[in-house]
Protein backbone atom coordinates (compact mmCIF):
# COMPACT_ATOMS: atom_id res chain seq x y z
CA UNK A 1 0.00 0.00 0.00
CA UNK A 2 2.96 2.33 1.04
CA UNK A 3 4.79 1.55 -2.21
CA UNK A 4 1.57 2.30 -4.30
CA UNK A 5 0.92 5.22 -2.56
CA UNK A 6 4.83 6.46 -3.01
CA UNK A 7 4.77 5.53 -6.91
CA UNK A 8 1.72 7.33 -7.29
CA UNK A 9 2.64 10.10 -5.22
CA UNK A 10 5.65 10.47 -7.60
CA UNK A 11 4.37 9.99 -11.31
CA UNK A 12 1.63 13.05 -9.52
CA UNK A 13 4.82 15.04 -8.33
CA UNK A 14 6.55 14.64 -11.76
CA UNK A 15 3.44 15.12 -14.23
CA UNK A 16 2.79 18.63 -12.22
CA UNK A 17 6.22 19.45 -13.01
CA UNK A 18 5.94 18.39 -16.28
CA UNK A 19 3.08 20.61 -16.74
CA UNK A 20 4.61 23.88 -15.04
CA UNK A 21 7.43 23.70 -16.61
CA UNK A 22 6.03 23.24 -20.36
CA UNK A 23 3.73 26.08 -19.76
CA UNK A 24 6.56 29.12 -20.04
CA UNK A 25 7.50 27.17 -23.56
CA UNK A 26 3.67 27.30 -24.53
CA UNK A 27 3.28 30.80 -23.59
CA UNK A 28 6.58 32.08 -25.42
CA UNK A 29 5.90 30.25 -28.46
CA UNK A 30 2.44 31.77 -28.44
CA UNK A 31 3.95 34.82 -28.14
CA UNK A 32 6.02 34.39 -31.04
CA UNK A 33 3.71 33.08 -33.53
CA UNK A 34 1.27 35.54 -32.47
CA UNK A 35 4.12 38.31 -33.16
CA UNK A 36 5.13 37.03 -36.72
CA UNK A 37 1.39 37.27 -37.46
CA UNK A 38 1.12 40.75 -35.98
CA UNK A 39 3.67 41.56 -38.18
CA UNK A 40 2.71 40.06 -41.68
CA UNK A 41 -1.00 41.26 -41.31
CA UNK A 42 0.27 44.78 -40.55
CA UNK A 43 1.16 43.99 -44.40
CA UNK A 44 -2.45 43.58 -45.42
CA UNK A 45 -5.24 45.80 -46.75
CA UNK A 46 -7.46 44.73 -43.44
CA UNK A 47 -4.86 44.17 -40.90
CA UNK A 48 -7.44 43.71 -38.33
CA UNK A 49 -9.21 40.93 -40.11
CA UNK A 50 -6.10 39.08 -41.14
CA UNK A 51 -5.12 38.75 -37.15
CA UNK A 52 -8.77 37.69 -36.07
CA UNK A 53 -9.19 35.62 -38.83
CA UNK A 54 -6.15 33.60 -38.78
CA UNK A 55 -5.34 33.64 -34.65
CA UNK A 56 -6.76 30.60 -34.75
CA UNK A 57 -4.25 29.09 -37.04
CA UNK A 58 -0.83 30.44 -35.04
CA UNK A 59 0.05 27.20 -33.67
CA UNK A 60 -0.16 25.78 -37.52
CA UNK A 61 1.04 28.73 -39.14
CA UNK A 62 3.84 29.35 -36.60
CA UNK A 63 6.30 31.43 -38.02
CA UNK A 64 5.97 30.62 -41.62
CA UNK A 65 5.74 32.39 -44.53
CA UNK A 66 3.74 29.65 -46.87
CA UNK A 67 1.80 28.38 -44.01
CA UNK A 68 0.69 31.19 -43.23
CA UNK A 69 -0.46 31.92 -47.27
CA UNK A 70 -1.63 28.61 -47.00
CA UNK A 71 -4.24 29.60 -44.03
CA UNK A 72 -5.61 32.85 -45.55
CA UNK A 73 -6.18 31.09 -48.37
CA UNK A 74 -8.30 28.43 -47.13
CA UNK A 75 -9.85 31.47 -44.60
CA UNK A 76 -10.87 33.02 -47.68
CA UNK A 77 -12.70 29.78 -48.87
CA UNK A 78 -14.18 29.25 -46.09
CA UNK A 79 -15.94 32.52 -46.27
CA UNK A 80 -16.72 32.53 -49.86
CA UNK A 81 -18.32 29.05 -49.35
CA UNK A 82 -20.76 30.81 -46.76
CA UNK A 83 -21.45 33.29 -49.18
CA UNK A 84 -22.37 31.00 -51.87
CA UNK A 85 -24.30 28.92 -49.57
CA UNK A 86 -26.49 32.13 -49.03
CA UNK A 87 -26.81 32.89 -52.86
CA UNK A 88 -28.28 29.65 -53.14
CA UNK A 89 -30.66 29.86 -50.60
CA UNK A 90 -31.64 33.71 -51.84
CA UNK A 91 -31.97 32.54 -55.68
CA UNK A 92 -35.29 31.07 -54.70
CA UNK A 93 -36.46 33.73 -52.50
CA UNK A 94 -39.65 35.49 -53.31
CA UNK A 95 -38.80 38.06 -50.83
CA UNK A 96 -36.89 39.95 -52.29
CA UNK A 97 -37.57 43.23 -55.16
CA UNK A 98 -36.55 42.85 -58.26
CA UNK A 99 -33.41 44.99 -57.89
CA UNK A 100 -32.35 42.08 -55.27
CA UNK A 101 -33.25 39.06 -57.35
CA UNK A 102 -31.61 40.85 -60.46
CA UNK A 103 -28.35 40.88 -57.96
CA UNK A 104 -28.72 37.52 -56.53
CA UNK A 105 -29.12 35.87 -59.73
CA UNK A 106 -25.84 37.63 -61.30
CA UNK A 107 -23.71 36.41 -57.97
CA UNK A 108 -24.38 32.62 -58.52
CA UNK A 109 -22.01 32.46 -61.37
CA UNK A 110 -19.61 34.70 -60.17
CA UNK A 111 -19.22 33.54 -56.18
CA UNK A 112 -19.74 29.47 -57.67
CA UNK A 113 -16.16 30.62 -59.87
CA UNK A 114 -14.87 32.15 -56.68
CA UNK A 115 -15.01 29.26 -54.92
CA UNK A 116 -13.82 26.74 -57.17
CA UNK A 117 -10.49 28.84 -58.04
CA UNK A 118 -9.96 29.34 -54.26
CA UNK A 119 -10.50 25.64 -53.95
CA UNK A 120 -7.42 25.00 -56.98
CA UNK A 121 -5.72 27.65 -55.36
CA UNK A 122 -5.59 25.41 -51.88
CA UNK A 123 -5.68 22.48 -53.22
CA UNK A 124 -2.06 23.58 -55.43
CA UNK A 125 -0.98 25.21 -52.14
CA UNK A 126 -1.42 21.56 -50.31
CA UNK A 127 -0.20 19.80 -52.46
CA UNK A 128 3.27 21.16 -53.71
CA UNK A 129 3.75 22.86 -50.14
CA UNK A 130 7.44 22.06 -49.73
CA UNK A 131 8.73 23.50 -52.97
CA UNK A 132 6.19 25.93 -53.14
CA UNK A 133 8.52 29.08 -52.28
CA UNK A 134 11.00 27.83 -55.37
CA UNK A 135 8.47 26.37 -57.74
CA UNK A 136 7.56 30.07 -59.80
CA UNK A 137 4.94 28.78 -62.41
CA UNK A 138 2.70 27.03 -59.16
CA UNK A 139 3.24 30.49 -57.15
CA UNK A 140 1.99 32.61 -60.52
CA UNK A 141 -0.53 30.20 -60.43
CA UNK A 142 -2.18 30.70 -57.11
CA UNK A 143 -1.83 34.17 -57.18
CA UNK A 144 -3.52 34.81 -60.71
CA UNK A 145 -6.54 32.22 -59.07
CA UNK A 146 -6.98 33.90 -56.08
CA UNK A 147 -6.63 37.41 -57.62
CA UNK A 148 -9.54 35.63 -59.88
CA UNK A 149 -11.90 35.18 -56.97
CA UNK A 150 -11.21 39.06 -55.49
CA UNK A 151 -12.76 39.78 -59.20
CA UNK A 152 -15.84 37.45 -58.53
CA UNK A 153 -16.39 38.42 -55.14
CA UNK A 154 -15.79 42.43 -56.08
CA UNK A 155 -18.15 41.79 -59.49
CA UNK A 156 -20.78 40.31 -57.05
CA UNK A 157 -20.40 43.00 -54.03
CA UNK A 158 -21.45 45.72 -56.97
CA UNK A 159 -24.73 44.22 -57.81
CA UNK A 160 -25.76 45.92 -54.62
CA UNK A 161 -26.29 49.33 -54.85
CA UNK A 162 -27.52 50.03 -51.47
CA UNK A 163 -30.96 50.25 -49.50
CA UNK A 164 -31.08 46.19 -49.66
CA UNK A 165 -33.64 44.72 -47.22
CA UNK A 166 -32.25 42.56 -44.45
CA UNK A 167 -31.59 39.32 -46.10
CA UNK A 168 -30.06 41.22 -49.03
CA UNK A 169 -28.03 43.14 -46.79
CA UNK A 170 -26.61 39.80 -45.27
CA UNK A 171 -25.53 38.26 -48.47
CA UNK A 172 -23.86 41.68 -49.09
CA UNK A 173 -22.10 41.96 -45.66
CA UNK A 174 -20.67 38.40 -46.30
CA UNK A 175 -19.41 39.32 -49.84
CA UNK A 176 -17.67 41.80 -48.52
CA UNK A 177 -16.17 39.76 -45.69
CA UNK A 178 -15.10 37.35 -48.23
CA UNK A 179 -13.44 40.14 -50.01
CA UNK A 180 -11.73 41.22 -47.42
CA UNK A 181 -10.03 38.41 -46.80
CA UNK A 182 -9.57 37.41 -49.95
CA UNK A 183 -7.97 40.71 -50.61
CA UNK A 184 -5.57 39.18 -47.48
CA UNK A 185 -4.32 36.27 -48.73
CA UNK A 186 -3.44 38.02 -52.15
CA UNK A 187 -0.90 40.33 -49.95
CA UNK A 188 0.13 37.57 -47.74
CA UNK A 189 0.71 35.07 -51.01
CA UNK A 190 3.03 38.00 -52.37
CA UNK A 191 5.25 37.75 -49.50
CA UNK A 192 6.43 34.58 -50.30
CA UNK A 193 9.77 34.44 -51.95
CA UNK A 194 12.70 31.90 -52.58
CA UNK A 195 13.85 30.15 -49.88
CA UNK A 196 10.56 31.38 -47.82
CA UNK A 197 9.05 28.56 -45.70
Same mark, same amino acid.
Given at each position: ????????????????? +? !????? #????????????? &? *?? /??????????????????????????????????????????????????????????????? +? !????? #????????????? &? *?? /??????????????????????????????????????????????????????????????????LIGP???
Amino acid at each position: MNVLKVSMNTIFTFLLT +A !VLCGK #PEAARLHATNSNF &L *DR /MCAKTTYPQVCVSSLTPYTSTIQNSTVHLARASVSVSLDSAQSAMTLVTRLTSDSGLSPSEAS +A !VRDCA #PTMGDCVMVLQKA &L *DT /MVTTEEKLAGDWMQMDNVKTWVSAALTDENTCALGFTGGEKAAAKVLKKKVNDAMQRTSNALALLALIGPGST
